[in-house]
Structure formats: structure tokens, C-alpha cells
């Protein structure tokens, strides 16, 4: 096995990369799923604030990937990494992959990532990976903004007009199937959770749990109950939604292998 | 035999000449973004910390920077990346804070950065009068948020409710 020394614990290389991976693909698959808003949001304000989150996102998305190509040690970057792997090695939520719809409902995703990013950044800052928390230390700062954004706005549009109260609900129980998967731990999170590396995956049920049900209390909307829920984007198995999105992501680099401007 | 090296010094001076491409009223060194100027031989090494994570004015102060230095004679610049501690607008100067507002864009006001929790901030920043965004047009303190996020992420929208001039605010990270 080859091990990487961090401090004092040894980490298996692999769950190291497939962590990084996990992390880095949310920022970069829900940073590509804001830009397709560019130039379509209801108001000016809207369309920028979108863009800018996903800008901060993808910047996120260069640091856990360039970190990913790092710790694997096999000379792949960022870009190498982003543009150049197929869906099946794509480790992002599922949640992070689904369609927009409408404004509402993309602003429910948001809230419901927010909130889960910015409590597993809190914890990274801790990581006894260095590397690790100098980027969520950087990153949290930002997810702050993005959280304080999303919860603003499911509570505006909660508690806003019967139109708007009704499609945040619909939004809200279409999305919380897609949930459950933020918690769910595979083997690799043990090892690193064991090394002080990365927490596991059911520890930040709780501090989750709280933050979104604070919002949708004050938003007026109603907690779906935990039924099925689905999974398998950190092993691979995604929906159909992400070849689109790759299609769109990568072409350039498909067709015209090197491209730089 | 080389010639001696410019100081550290010199060197510190000629990098608050480099402005933010962004903001061009505030140099490189007036926000705070170089952290670190050492020789490493006969090498130059800038340490530059980004903004924010995402700002594509990164590449354009890096290559400034760069050219600012050879302008000087310098050939071996060597740019490295510092993330921690992470940037904070503690770190913009009070000069510059004053540029920021002669150029319309009213400075960061310290201590009010977000922390995940919105409420807890609103009432943070209307619990004292001097925490209030003032409009950097008028001075009047009558203003409103409009957005998050302004023309650039570190940025924030506002307007002002008395002369109606929309400004940017420089938010606090």
C-alpha cells in the first residue's frame, strides 16, 4: 500500500485522492451548474451573484484538484483532472448534478449544499493535513457568504408570496432525496477520519440538521421526512444528468486536446 | 561578478507602484496581497496570497508584478502562493481604505465578515451607528444592500437612499 506520511499518521494515498476528488468535483459540478444561469437569472443583482458563487467555486475547485493531481503523483493537474476524466470518475454528490429548474428550486440546492459545505470546511480547518486546512481555512471564508446568501433567499421566497411558499416546498422535497448521501461514509472515510484527516461523513449530521432546520422554520416550509434516499456519485454511479454537463464542460478539450488561450 | 542585489526594501517600495488591475487606485501592497519579498540566490521570490479563491485577477497581478520587477532589472522572479493565513480586508491599509472611498467604493468595515450566520450579522452591524455602510458619494448613511455579491466577488451592492447613487461595497472576509 503506499502511504503518504502526514505529521505523525500514515494515509492510505488513495483515500487521500478519493477524498480530494469528492470535494473538489462538488465545487466544480455545482460551480458549472450556477454558470449556466450566466445572462438567464430574474434580476441583474441575481445573475451576478450566481456567477460570482460559481467563480468562487471553481477557484475552490483548482485548489482540491490541483491537491488531488498532487497527492496522486502521477504529473495530472487541475485541468487534466476536470477536463479529462469520464463520468464514472467523477466522485461528486448527486444533489451537486441536478437540473437547475427554476430560481427557487436552484437556490433550495444551494441552501441545501451550503449549508453541509460550510460545516465540512469548519471541520477541515482542523485537518492534520496542513495542505488541506490552509485550502478550508481559504474556503470557508467564502462558503460563509454562500450560505448566508441560500439562506436568505429560501427564507424570502419561503415565507414570501403562496406561489413562491409552494414551489420552494416542491423544490425542498424533490431535493431531499439527494440529501442523504452527504452522511453516508464509505471505507475510505474511516481511515482518514482515523488519521485526523477528514471527519466522517455521519459526524456532521447534527450541526447539518440544525442549520437547515432553523431556515426552513423561519422560512415556513415543512421537513420532508427521511424516506429513500439516493446515492452513489461518491463511488461513480451518477445520474444521467452529469454526461450533459460533462459534454458541456470538456468539449473543448475533447475536440481540440491542449487548447490554452 | 554580479552586481549586489536592489534591497528588499527597494523592492517593497517599487511593488506599491503595481496597482490591482482591478481596482487600479490601490497598488498590490496597499491590499495586503504580497505577504512575503526575499532573495533566494539570484533568484527574487514574491509570496502573494489571492483574494479570493476564484478571483481571476490572480493571473493578471501575478504577471504584473513579474513585469514591474524586470522593468527594474530584475530577471528572476519567482512567484509563489501562500493560502494561510488566508486574506483578510484587515489587511488593506488605511490609505487605502481612503482611495477605495475617493474612488466610490466604500472600504470594508472591520469585524463585520460573514460567519455562516446572517441574522446574527444583521444585528451585529445595526446594533452600533458607526458600523453603518456610509455612501461613498455623500456620505449619507441612509443605504441599502441590494446584493451580495457586486461587480466582483469581493465586492457587495448597495444604494444609497438619499442621492440613489448605486455604489460597491469592498465586504469584509
Redesign the interface.
Known sequence: MTTAIIGEAAVDRAALFEFLLRTGDNALILAHRLSEWCGHAPAL??D??LA??A??????T??WLGLAGEVEGGGRSADDLAYLRDAREFRNLLLTERPNGDYGKTMMRQFLFDAWH?VILNALRASSD?RI???A???S?????H???S??LVIRLGDGTAESHARMQEALDDLWPYTGEMFVGETSDEALAAAGVAPEPQSLKAEWDALVAEALSVATLKRPADGHMHKGGKRGIHTEQLGYILAELQFLQRAYPGATW | MAAAHPSVKDIWDWLAQVPDPEIPVVSVTDLGIVRDVAWDGDTLVVTVTPTYSGCPATTAINLDIEQALNDKGIESVRLERRLSPAWTTDWISTEARRKLNAYGIAPPIDGTAADGRLLKRIERLSSGSNLTVACPRCGSTRTEKISQFGSTPCKANYRCRDCLEPFDYFKCI
Open positions: 443583482e441575481e451576478i451573484a460570482n458563487t467563480l468562487d467555486l471553481i477557484g475552490q483548482q485548489l460550510y496542513v486546512a490552509e485550502i481555512e481559504k474556503a471564508k467564502e462558503v460563509s457568504y450560505l448566508e446568501r439562506r436568505d
